[in-house]
């Protein structure tokens, strides 16, 4: 039997890697004789970077400017192949919100700086596609901070380069590109996004994600009134209208790189399991393990678990799925294909036991449902 082992992370607890070894231990205790392939998947937001070292990304470090000018470092990955280079980087890698402190100040001075480093970085390596993957973010710029790691200056009427940060965009009149990296206009730029929110507005990155990077209500609205004044300034310098449905993603990081290269939105499963060659492994398998920490409604909206399950099923391979809870139905899990679920909760003592031992309980579990299965 070959066993394709292809979980997301468990959030707080494993990394997809660390779950795949874990529900590769449980699954071979029962099939000892089994070819189990560990493939760690994502969805496009954190962990893309671990699934791409995990396809054969060659990983690599860069001290960057972390989201309010603290240094730190930062992970990205690239690889030489099919007549291209190709880096993967993640905002949450140089502009995490794990490397701030959610306070208002902070939210207003948070800028995407060091994911422009990193996309220099990449570009100096030779790339010539970069993959961008969204998520865990602390700003809510724009991506402008980016592009002045890239050689874009925002000036305000006076003439000044304006702060960093998304608290200082309703300030910018006026952009200064002579010094616009020329590499970014040839770049093949694919930015994995997964949700639906324009720029600004109501709906928009400042209203929705703003209050979780300790914004306030009139951080919020500055933030807003930034973002949509930035908009007006990039469509005055480009000609493109970037406040499109998914450029309020990351504190609307697709706006600056809608504006000024060739980049392309994408469904973060469907770009990540491109990149990774996900197809080639389901067309080997028999069986295809997948989870994630919380599988919930939200799952059944395409996240990867759930996303690899429709595409095992519609190749005619069983899914079985394990996770750190299940809060949805066995019907609603059997409509994309799924024959058996089993959560750490069913053996866990305690759900704070579940966390703290969660690759124990994984192994144990899997297990289970393979023997119940």
Not at 17 to 42: K, S
Not at 57 to 77: F, K, S
Request: proline share 5%; with cysteine.
């Amino acid at each position: 039997m070959r066993i394709l082992i292809a979980p997301d992370k468990f959030k707080g607890s494993l990394t997809a890697a660390e779950a795949a070894a874990a529900i590769a231990e449980g699954a071979l205790r029962v099939y000892p004789d089994a070819v189990a392939t560990q493939f760690p998947i994502a969805d496009g937001g954190e962990g893309t970077l671990e699934a791409a070292v995990a396809a054969g990304y060659e990983e690599r470090l860069n001290a960057v400017v972390g989201p309010i000018l603290a240094p730190l470092g930062a992970a990205w990955a690239i690889h030489k192949g099919d007549g291209k280079v190709t880096a993967v980087i993640e905002t949450a890698q140089a502009s995490g919100l794990a490397d701030m402190e959610p306070t208002p100040a902070n939210s207003l001075r948070a800028h995407s700086y060091g994911c422009g480093q990193l996309i220099a970085a990449a570009l100096d390596a030779g790339a010539t596609e970069i993959v961008l993957g969204l998520g865990g973010s602390a700003m809510t710029d724009g991506g402008s901070g980016a592009l002045r790691a890239l050689g874009l200056k925002p000036l305000d009427s006076a003439g000044n380069v304006v702060p960093l940060g998304g608290g200082s965009l309703a300030d910018v009149v006026a952009l200064d590109t002579s010094g616009l990296d020329p590499r970014l206009s040839a770049t093949t730029f694919r930015i994995a996004v997964d949700v639906r929110n324009p720029l600004y507005g109501p709906t928009g990155a400042a209203h929705v994600f703003g209050p979780q990077k300790g914004a306030d209500q009139d951080a919020v609205e500055m933030l807003d009134a930034g973002l949509r004044n930035w908009a007006s300034v990039l469509r005055e310098a480009t000609g493109r209208d970037v406040n499109v449905p998914g450029a309020g993603a990351a504190g609307g990081f697709p706006a600056s790189f809608l504006a000024f290269t060739g980049a392309t939105l994408e469904g973060g499963f469907a770009l990540v399991a491109d990149l990774t060659g996900l197809a080639d492994q389901l067309g080997q398998a028999d069986l295809v393990i997948t989870g994630e920490g919380s599988l919930d409604s939200q799952s059944l909206t395409g996240k990867a678990p759930i996303a690899l399950a429709d595409a095992a099923r519609d190749r005619g391979i069983p899914v079985i799925v394990v996770a750190g809870r299940i809060l949805v139905t066995v019907e609603e899990l059997a409509g994309h294909g799924v024959e058996a679920a089993a959560q750490l909760l069913d053996v866990a003592s305690s759900p704070e036991g579940a966390v703290a031992n969660a690759g124990k309980y994984l192994a144990w579990v899997t297990s289970q449902v393979l023997e119940g299965a």
